[in-house]
């Protein structure tokens, strides 16, 4: 594989996606469903060509997601993984004195053996740690934050960004990219009415400060995924599962939907529970929307 600093997730024409994309760097494919590499000069000079790009090219519409990196590496155990991870984030440190600031991470390989939210807890508390030592404090926050890191993992190697708010706001389809929530395919309705998918961030604060080894209460479910209606929360509630596991099946959901994550079996029977009731609750919002949508045409 070519040495990437671009991971692109590909929305739909494949070979049509590749050409437009060989045209700003040096493409390859991975092997992973619809997700392609890129090697360019530099990333920052990449973000201002796509935002340069004509209407008439359409690149969204073949193309989902763009995340640059700013720095690489290859890993072969979590614990090799979590360390490299936790340097670079640690000389981000004076970036991110007295900000607001999240980790969020896509994984693609390693199922049952990476668990994002367990590492973007470790490293977002470092860096609380790191800067509560210095006297210089940061804080977590998923709504706007000063400061996002992005960490993007293809099998064996990963790749780590620091994007500021300055930078979201001037490239959206960055902030899209990068933060969690509704895919840029989804309908648009989908993502309104689909709290699962849209609060799936906030595992990083709320399991920071509460721990996650025990159920999952109903308090603790409806801050990581918004409203439900009353009969789902109890359905959640209900299997017992921890707030990890809630977040594990949001972020199997999210992954096969969007970031070229193939399926995966749940980890434990629990995980399967909510998967299936929040699957349910996604295909229930779409049916609703399209009956209105169509009693609204007769």
């Known amino acids: 594989m070519i040495d990437w600093n671009v991971i692109v997730t590909v929305r739909s024409d494949y070979d049509r996606a590749l050409g437009v994309l060989r045209r700003l760097g040096t ?32 690149f969204f519409a073949t193309i989902s997601h763009v995340v640059p990196v700013t720095h690489k590496f290859s890993f072969s155990t979590p614990e090799e993984l979590e360390s490299k991870a936790r340097d670079i984030v640690l ?19 390693h199922k049952g053996e990476i668990h994002a939210q367990e590492l973007e807890r470790q490293l977002g508390r470092a860096v609380i740690d790191e800067l509560a030592r210095r006297g210089a404090p940061a804080r977590f926050a998923l709504d706007d934050p000063d400061v996002v890191i992005a960490i993007e993992t293809i099998r064996d190697q990963v790749g780590l960004g620091l994007w500021t708010r300055a930078d979201l706001e001037l490239y959206p389809f960055l902030r899209a990219s990068i933060e969690r929530g509704a ?28 721990g996650t080894d025990h159920p999952a209460t109903a308090s603790e479910i409806v801050e990581l995924l918004g409203e439900l209606e009353p009969l789902t929360l109890e359905k959640l509630v209900a299997t017992g599962a921890t707030l990890d596991e809630v977040a ?11 970031f070229g994550e193939t ?13 299936a009731i929040l699957e349910d609750l996604v295909f229930e919002n779409f049916e609703e929307r399209e009956s209105e949508r169509e009693i609204a045409r007769t």
């Open 248 to 258: 594990e099946a949001v972020s199997a959901i999210e992954d096969e939907d969007a």
């Open 263 to 275: 399926h995966h079996p749940p980890s434990t029977a629990r995980e399967a529970e909510v998967r």
């Open 91 to 109: 000389a981000w440190a004076p970036e991110l004195a007295g900000k607001s600031f999240h980790v969020r991470m896509r994984r693609r390989g």
């Open 183 to 210: 895919s840029r395919h989804e309908p648009p309705d989908v993502a309104e009415h689909a709290p699962s998918r849209r609060r799936l961030g906030t595992v990083t604060e709320i399991a920071a400060r509460s």
């Open 27 to 58: 493409t390859e494919r991975t092997g992973l469903f619809n997700v392609i590499v890129m090697r360019v000069p530099d990333v920052r000079v990449l973000l201002a060509e796509i935002a340069r790009l004509p209407a008439p090219e359409h």
